[in-house]
């Protein structure tokens, strides 16, 4: 499986972007599609999730009410609408899949990870 993140920019405070995970391969193997974020000296965190054939999704609670992710099956593609960004939301974002059925948001349990795309919010 192979993936490709794209969308990331620089937005000022209160704006938005949506993100892009395009998926290629092998992706009838793939079981959910995460989005993680990592901004400097920090960790890696999950962001939010959804499986790839299923209605499940999940957010980290700082995401909530202002990230939605969404698919289309046809175009094997994963968006993450992301609206009134702030500068703690600015990171490296990453798309990652996940081929075991087993829901998680540990970035452990993803396997294939796509290359990042940047995130600026301006205050």
């Known amino acids: 499986v192979q993936l490709q993140a794209s969308g990331g920019g620089l937005v000022q405070a209160g704006g938005s972007l949506r993100l892009s995970c395009a998926a290629s391969g092998r992706t009838l193997t793939i079981d959910t599609i995460g989005w993680f974020r990592q901004a400097p000296a920090k960790e890696r965190e999950f962001v939010s999730a959804?499986?790839?054939?299923?209605?499940?999704?999940g957010y980290v609670d700082s995401v909530k009410g202002r990230f939605t992710i969404s698919r289309d099956n046809a175009e094997n593609t994963v968006y993450l609408q992301m609206n009134d960004l702030k500068p703690e939301d600015a990171a490296v974002y990453y798309c990652?899949?996940?081929?075991?059925?087993?829901?998680?948001?540990?970035?452990?349990?993803?396997?294939?990870w796509g290359q990042g795309t940047l995130v600026t919010v301006s205050s």
């Open positions: 959804i499986s790839w054939r299923g209605s499940r999704t």
């Open positions: 990652a899949a996940d081929p075991t059925p087993i829901w998680s948001t540990s970035a452990r349990r993803y396997y294939y």
